[in-house]
């Protein structure tokens, strides 16, 4: 077992502490880095300009992270990299006439961001599985919200989960539907008087886990 094998089962517990799927929180610091080191570089990663180039652009999820980034440079590089390849794909179709003209638009690659989300969601996912063994690992997602739908099914379809990680995912569930129960409970008319006790925005998490907050690969 490397350190870095070992970094997973450490990060996993720690992200069992904070409200949204561990697996989401830490894709979505991956998703972060990936766009930061991008903007960081200026944009000036070659290799990286001619994935953003093939894609035309990024997804409308990363599309909107970069123009969040702050970086109006990295940002306005990449904008201008990819118009002109648009404006090239659009030469081609008013070139070709008509009839042909749709076969001379380029489609797309698939966006290197989310190549790289589903690539680093496959190796997180293994990981854990790793260490599902675990007591540690087990106890902290027991306490915590679980892990989204998207993530666990991932994980069945994919590894084979142990019988105790899984009663740890359900017990983190069953607290989460039961809090919106109750939730529901006290909108009725005659419990409405009850004082919530935290589940106030059970019914918020309870949708983080039916749809996580990251994408989930195939
Ligand atoms: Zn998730
Ligand atoms: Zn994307």
């Not at 300009?49 to 990024?58: M, N, Y």
């Not at 489609?107 to 969601?121: E, F, G, H, I, K």
């Not at 379809?157 to 019988?163: C, Q």
Request: charged share 25%; aromatic share 6%.
């Amino acid at each position: 077992m490397t350190d870095r094998d070992r970094r997973i089962l450490f990060d996993f517990i720690e992200a069992c502490a904070l409200p949204d799927c561990p697996v989401c929180t830490l894709v979505a610091k991956a998703e972060l880095r990936t766009l930061q080191v991008y903007c960081a570089e200026g944009a000036g990663d070659e290799l990286r300009r001619a994935d953003v180039r093939a894609a035309r652009g990024l997804c409308v999820r990363h599309a909107t992270q970069i123009q969040d980034a702050r970086d109006a440079m990295a940002a306005a590089v990449t904008a201008y990299d990819v118009m002109s390849n648009l404006l090239r794909d659009l030469d081609a179709v008013i070139k070709g006439g008509s009839g042909w003209s749709r076969k001379k638009m380029t489609v797309p690659q698939s966006c290197p961001v989310c190549l790289d989300v589903a690539r680093y969601t496959r190796a997180v996912c293994a990981g854990v599985i790793a260490w599902a063994e675990e007591a540690d690992l087990c106890a902290a997602l027991q306490q915590s919200h679980g892990m989204c739908a998207p993530h666990l099914r991932w994980m069945v379809v994919h590894t084979k989960p142990p019988a105790e990680f899984l009663a740890a995912q359900h017990v983190a569930w069953s607290r989460v539907h039961a809090e919106v129960g109750e939730f529901v409970r006290k909108r009725d008319d005659r419990f409405r008087h009850e004082v919530q006790a935290g589940e106030g925005d059970a019914w918020k998490r309870a949708w983080r886990i039916i749809n996580g907050n990251t994408e989930a690969p195939d």
